[in-house]
Every structure is written in structure tokens, then in C-alpha cells.
């Protein structure tokens, strides 16, 4: 790289690009004279994931002492006090010190830097883009976040994780970081072409200003587009790099020589095709993953499995909609059981059903692979679950990795998604999934890596796809997601900072008509696109003797005191039992009746004094885990998450 810039790159899940961004970071901070590192991930648990990776690294860099000093680190997101790792650095803070690498040098969080305005003041940050959104986002103490961020090399993992809303933060959060000399690390498994394209001129715009205008001198002159090249480059592994004007150079290079072929088929949407192929595959054994587009998806179908498969079949469930403390238990569980060669005992037979949570930032690895269509990129990525590891003594039956494509009528000229799925991604994005995925499905093995990049841009490009008999409904479909990503664009920049503007000119006016003095929670409804205010409530168990810390959990069955202040320890117990409750019950219908009658539910003035407990609203199960609020029907239980239907009439 001539000068610090923007480096992207792309390469197969589980190739290493996480160890490939912290080498290039050492290099680019000694290049540069940047003191830490920001890495930004799509997630809290993917997040929690890293943080033990970047402690690890930290402990192996070379002695700091004579250098910058002790290394003071971040967990930055909502929940990071609840990881157990942060906490313990969070406990003795520098500048005392809490664990040292094998150099002497001190790891720990600074004291004065834990302050939720300073988070990004820290040396070394692990936290989720929304720290980085931040950045672009029109609410005060923006100078704050741009000091912190302009001292160091940011990391953006997953970078093909985040929708057309989150890009326009993204986009002018890079646009500053191109302005500040800030060198930037982008990593992906499935990035289209185009959004390679639109982020290396973001940064650019920052790094060189905005592109010169065209005068009615230059009408006649023909148009140069400096990152033409990058938006049909489908070269895979690719590295691309800064240009030392505008632009970019593309390098490919080797893969890391494990390559997969994958049998890809088509499977009915019905319960009952799913339990004849799965008898039928694991009948000697083995592990399969079934991914579901909703969270109601994935709860039905480990029900219809558990009833037909019976108890020689186990069938587990992993989502979103799980108490924080059960969800990080889950994950580990996963990790633990399903990682790589020697990280656990692998069961003889199991099922897992998961949702979304299985895609990204998880070793997990299975022996068959049952997915719902869904956009490529995610299709691409859930076949990363399957056959991750080189394992000996896989079934007979499991022994070529196939993976079966359902949540659609295959019937049908083109395939309807089920309604679920319709909800969660645009129908345009799956009906060319299925398009560009459609020679595969008809017998041509799936290459991994090799066919990533060229279904990916073929997916995300502006050429027809599929048969002719399928083009008027994808023509009405994309003509529809044209309108709706106008409409989330224009919707982004009524929030979005400003862009970089000539030196000198004053920041007067810089945050006007922005979100005020929002704290992060309320920030993050303005950097993530949501159809209506999501939120979540502490989960605890009435009891005879009173609200109790839910009983399975590690310190669990104490009384919560409501008409005193929880002691410290006790609060921190507590907090660690937030529950995301659904969008059905967030919609604008209902969400002020809801948010009522939970509030009514409790005098909660006692615990308003307490950091941990302040603002927060409870939701009290049973000890059976029933409950009932503002017409809905809950039921909680810590192996199955949160079920909601709406009350009976």
C-alpha cells in the first residue's frame, strides 16, 4: 500500500480473515503511529466471541511498556458487563493492572475511560458497528466518538451483514475515516461487488475529497468511473487496496487449499418431508442443522421433530429470543458441542434448529444442512456450518455434504417463499437467490470457494437472472425494492452527519435538526432500521416467596427486592436476565398497551437509584413460566426461549 487507506477483504468462511485483519493492523499502527484498534461485528454474541480473540492477541504482541504502556481494552454494547471475561478486567482497572501477557504488560479496562461517552477513548475496542454508525449519526458528543476512532485502525467484520439503512451510516462513517488518515480493515465471505465499490468511494471521498464536478466544458469528455473495475471483478480470494489517487487495486490470491463440493436439493415445506429425510439420513448416526428464517419457524419445527423423530433423535433449539444469560450459555454450548475436531464431545445423533444466530461468527460444524431459501450471501454462509472441519468417520450416509433448500413452494414458476421469510428479506433478494442457485439445484455441485464470488454478484447484480417465465413477477418484485431502498435511504440521511467539508470551515451547525443528547439504547434505533422500537424486559419468576433471579441460572432463586434497592451483586444478577420480546409485540398497535400494562404490573421507584436496574421494565413469569400481558400469551423456558400467541378471544 503506497499510503494508509482502505483495505478490503474477501475469502471463504473459516479461511482466517480475522488473524489476517489483527497482522495487518500491527503493520498498519507501526505505519502509521495508531494506538489501538477498533474491530466492529454485526452482534453482542459475536462481539463476546472476538473478545477472547483480541485478549489473546493482545498477550502476544511485543512488549508495550517501552512503547504505549499498559493496553487498556473495551467490550462495547449493551450487555458487555455481562461477559464474564470483560468483567473480570472491569473489576481491577488500570492503571493497576489485571492480567499480564508474557512480556509484563498490563491488561485491563481504564477506569476513566469506562464511562459510556468515552468508550471509544479506549486503546483496543471489540464492539458492534453501532459504535462505529455512531459516528455518522447527528447527536452530541460526536467529537468525542471522532477522537476516538481517529487514533486508530478499525476493523469492520462481517461487512456484508449490514442492510441498505445501516450501509448510509456505514458509508459516512468511512467517508470521516478516509478524512482522518484512519487505515481501515474490511472483511467479508459474500461481499456484492457494487457494495465493494460504493464503500472504497466513501472512504476515498474522505481521503481525497469529493469527486471534481463536471463543468459543460467536460460534456463532451467521457465519463470515468475510477471503480468500474471493482464492480465486476470476480476474482476470489480478493484483496483490494487504497490506490494512492482515486480508485483502488484488486490483488487475487490463493485460497488456503480446502475446497468443498456440495450437493444442493430441493425440499417440500412440510413437516413430514423434513422428518423422512431426516430419519432417514441419521439413521446411523450423525449431526444435522436445520436454519429457519423466524423465530416461530424455528420453535414449530423442533416441536414437529421432537413428537416424530422421538427421544433417540435429540432436537435443540438456538435463537434470539432467549434470556441474555441462557443465550451466551446456548452459544458456548454450541461451540463446545459442535465445534471443531477436539473442542467437545460430539454426540452419536442430534438435531439442531436454529435461527439467523447460526450464520455468522460461530465454528460450528455439521453433517447436513436443511436451510430456508433466503438471499445468497446468508445461503452461502449457512453452508459454511456444514462439513467445516476435515472429521473422520462421518456416516456413510453424511459422507458428501448436501444440503437441502425448503421455506418455499417449488411447484410454483418462480418459488413462493413462505409468508415468514417474505417478512424478514425481500421477496426480489430470494426469488433471485433461487434464480442463480437454480443449475445447482438441478445437479451442478455447489465449489466452495469457487463459486461464492460469482453467485454472490450475479445475485446482487442488475442482469436478468432466471428463466424467462419467472421475469414479470422478479420485474414487479425488484421494481418494489427499488422504491423501499429509496425509501430507507432517503429515511437514514435525515439522521446521518453531515459529509467531510473543506478544511477550516467551522463545525457551527454540525448536529442541528439531529437526535439531541441520545444515550446509546436510543441511538441505536436511529443506526439500525426497525419497523418499530424494540425492547426488552428483565425476566424474573414469582414465587410464594416473592420475585426471584430465575432458579436455573448460576446464583439464581434469590429475591429481588422491589420496595428497597437491590444490593449490587444482586442487581447485576438481575440484569443479567434482559429478554428481547418480539417485534409482535413491539408493533405501533400495541407497544404503548404493552409497555403499560408491564409497567403497572410493579412499583419499580425503588430501583431507579441503581445503574443496573434504572429504566427497566419487568416481566414476572410464573413458576410454571406463564404469563399474560396486554392480550398475549408468554410462556418461558430457559431449553426453548420465549414463546408469544395472542390471547384467545
Known amino acids: 500500500?503506497?499510503?494508509?487507506?482502505?483495505?478490503?477483504?474477501?475469502?471463504?468462511m473459516g479461511e482466517g480473515k480475522t488473524e489476517a485483519a489483527l497482522a495487518a493492523v500491527e503493520i498498519l499502527a507501526r505505519r502509521t503511529g495508531a494506538a489501538g484498534c477498533y474491530l466492529a461485528l454485526p452482534t453482542r454474541a459475536t462481539s463476546d466471541a472476538m473478545f477472547g480473540r483480541v485478549l489473546s492477541w493482545l498477550r502476544r504482541l511485543p512488549d508495550?511498556?517501552?512503547?504505549?504502556?499498559?493496553?487498556?481494552?473495551?467490550?462495547?454494547?449493551?450487555?458487555?458487563?455481562?461477559?464474564?471475561?470483560?468483567?473480570?478486567?472491569?473489576?481491577?482497572?488500570?492503571?493497576?493492572?489485571?492480567?499480564?501477557?508474557?512480556?509484563?504488560?498490563?491488561?485491563?479496562?481504564?477506569?476513566?475511560?469506562?464511562?459510556?461517552?468515552?468508550?471509544?477513548?479506549?486503546?483496543?475496542?471489540?464492539?458492534?458497528i453501532d459504535q462505529l454508525l455512531f459516528a455518522a449519526l447527528r447527536s452530541r458528543h460526536q467529537v468525542l466518538r471522532h477522537l476516538g476512532l481517529a487514533g486508530k485502525v478499525v476493523v469492520i467484520d462481517e461487512a456484508h451483514a449490514y442492510d441498505v439503512y445501516m450501509g448510509r451510516f456505514l458509508d459516512r462513517a468511512l467517508e470521516w475515516l478516509g478524512a482522518y488518515g484512519v487505515p481501515v480493515v474490511i472483511l467479508s465471505a459474500t461481499l456484492p461487488a457494487g457494495r465493494r465499490a460504493e464503500m472504497m468511494a466513501a472512504y476515498d471521498t474522505g481521503r481525497l475529497g469529493p469527486p471534481p464536478k463536471l463543468t459543460w466544458r467536460d460534456r463532451n469528455k467521457p465519463k470515468i468511473d475510477p471503480y468500474a473495475e471493482l464492480r465486476t471483478d470476480l476474482r476470489y480470494p480478493l484483496v483490494t487496496v487504497s490506490a494512492a489517487q482515486r480508485g483502488a487495486v484488486a490483488?487475487?490470491?490463493?485460497?488456503?487449499?480446502?475446497?468443498?463440493?456440495?450437493?444442493?436439493?430441493?425440499?417440500?415445506?412440510?413437516?413430514?418431508?423434513?422428518?423422512?429425510?431426516?430419519?432417514?439420513?441419521?439413521?446411523?448416526?450423525?449431526?444435522?442443522?436445520?436454519?429457519?428464517?423466524?423465530?416461530?419457524r424455528v420453535q414449530e419445527t423442533a416441536a414437529d421433530l421432537r413428537a416424530a423423530l422421538g427421544p433417540d433423535t435429540p432436537v435443540a433449539v438456538a435463537h434470539s429470543r432467549f434470556m441474555a444469560v441462557d443465550r451466551a450459555a446456548r452459544?458456548?454450548?454450541?461451540?463446545?458441542?459442535?465445534?471443531?475436531?477436539?473442542?467437545?464431545?460430539?454426540?452419536?445423533?442430534?438435531?439442531?434448529?436454529?435461527?439467523?444466530?447460526?450464520?455468522?461468527?460461530?465454528?460450528?460444524?455439521?453433517?447436513?444442512?436443511?436451510?430456508?431459501?433466503?438471499?445468497?450471501?446468508?445461503v452461502l454462509q449457512r453452508v459454511g456450518r456444514l462439513h467445516r472441519h476435515p472429521r473422520p468417520g462421518r456416516p456413510a450416509r453424511l459422507a458428501e455434504a448436501t444440503c437441502w433448500i425448503t421455506g418455499a413452494d417449488w411447484a410454483t414458476e418462480p418459488p413462493?417463499?413462505?409468508?415468514?421469510?417474505?417478512?424478514?428479506?425481500?421477496?426480489?433478494?430470494?426469488?433471485?437467490?433461487?434464480?442463480?442457485?437454480?443449475?445447482?439445484?438441478?445437479?451442478?455441485?455447489?465449489?466452495?470457494?469457487?463459486?461464492?464470488?460469482?453467485?454472490?454478484?450475479?445475485?446482487?447484480?442488475?442482469?436478468?437472472?432466471?428463466?424467462?417465465?419467472?421475469?414479470?413477477?422478479?420485474?414487479?418484485?425488484?421494481?418494489?425494492?427499488?422504491?423501499?431502498?429509496?425509501?430507507?435511504?432517503?429515511?437514514?440521511?435525515?439522521?446521518?452527519?453531515?459529509?467531510?467539508?473543506?478544511?477550516?470551515?467551522?463545525?457551527?451547525?454540525?448536529?442541528?435538526?439531529?437526535?439531541?443528547?441520545?444515550?446509546?439504547?436510543?441511538?441505536?434505533?436511529?443506526?439500525?432500521?426497525?419497523?418499530?422500537?424494540?425492547f426488552e424486559v428483565i425476566l424474573l419468576v414469582r414465587t410464594s416467596a416473592g420475585l426471584v433471579v430465575p432458579p436455573w441460572i448460576a446464583g439464581g432463586g434469590v429475591v429481588v427486592p422491589t420496595e428497597t434497592t437491590p444490593d449490587w451483586n444482586l442487581a447485576r444478577s438481575a440484569a443479567r436476565c434482559t429478554l428481547p420480546l418480539p417485534r409482535l409485540m413491539a408493533s405501533v398497535d400495541v407497544i404503548d398497551e404493552v409497555i403499560a400494562d408491564?409497567?403497572?404490573?410493579?412499583?419499580?421507584?425503588?430501583?431507579?437509584?441503581?445503574?443496573?436496574l434504572s429504566g427497566e421494565l419487568v416481566l414476572d413469569i410464573d413458576e410454571a413460566g406463564a404469563a399474560t400481558v396486554a392480550g398475549f400469551d408468554l410462556h418461558y423456558d430457559p431449553d426453548e426461549g420465549l414463546r408469544v400467541t395472542r390471547t384467545a378471544a
Open 251 to 296: 490483488t487475487a490470491c490463493g485460497d488456503s487449499g480446502r475446497h468443498l463440493q456440495v450437493r444442493l436439493r430441493r425440499l417440500d415445506d412440510d413437516p413430514p418431508a423434513l422428518v423422512e429425510l431426516l430419519r432417514d439420513r441419521l439413521a446411523d448416526g450423525g449431526c444435522a442443522l436445520v436454519i429457519r428464517n423466524t423465530v416461530a
Open 416 to 534: 413462493q417463499p413462505v409468508s415468514g421469510s417474505r417478512r424478514v428479506y425481500q421477496p426480489a433478494a430470494l426469488l433471485r437467490s433461487a434464480a442463480v442457485l437454480l443449475p445447482h439445484l438441478d445437479g451442478t455441485p455447489l465449489r466452495i470457494p469457487a463459486d461464492i464470488s460469482p453467485l454472490t454478484q450475479a445475485a446482487y447484480g442488475d442482469a436478468p437472472v432466471g428463466p424467462a417465465a419467472w421475469r414479470p413477477v422478479l420485474d414487479e418484485a425488484e421494481a418494489k425494492q427499488r422504491d423501499e431502498i429509496a425509501a430507507k435511504e432517503s429515511k437514514a440521511d435525515g439522521f446521518r452527519l453531515a459529509g467531510v467539508d473543506e478544511p477550516g470551515v467551522p463545525l457551527v451547525g454540525w448536529l442541528s435538526g439531529g437526535v439531541g443528547n441520545a444515550d446509546d439504547r436510543a441511538a441505536q434505533g436511529h443506526v439500525r432500521d426497525t419497523d418499530s422500537d424494540s
Open 598 to 612: 408491564l409497567d403497572g404490573r410493579i412499583d419499580l421507584r425503588a430501583w431507579q437509584d441503581n445503574p443496573w
Open 331 to 378: 452459544d458456548r454450548w454450541l461451540r463446545d458441542t459442535f465445534g471443531p475436531p477436539g473442542a467437545g464431545t460430539r454426540p452419536y445423533r442430534h438435531v439442531v434448529v436454529a435461527s439467523q444466530v447460526a450464520e455468522q461468527s460461530l465454528d460450528i460444524d455439521f453433517d447436513l444442512l436443511v436451510t430456508d431459501l433466503a438471499p445468497v450471501d446468508l
Open 64 to 128: 508495550a511498556r517501552t512503547d504505549r504502556g499498559d493496553r487498556d481494552v473495551r467490550l462495547a454494547h449493551g450487555k458487555a458487563a455481562l461477559n464474564p471475561e470483560y468483567d473480570q478486567l472491569r473489576w481491577t482497572s488500570l492503571p493497576r493492572g489485571i492480567a499480564q501477557d508474557a512480556g509484563g504488560t498490563d491488561i485491563g479496562v481504564h477506569a476513566w475511560l469506562a464511562g459510556p461517552k468515552r468508550t471509544m477513548l479506549s486503546s483496543f475496542v471489540v464492539g458492534t
Open 1 to 12: 500500500m503506497p499510503a494508509a487507506g482502505m483495505i478490503i477483504v474477501e475469502a471463504a
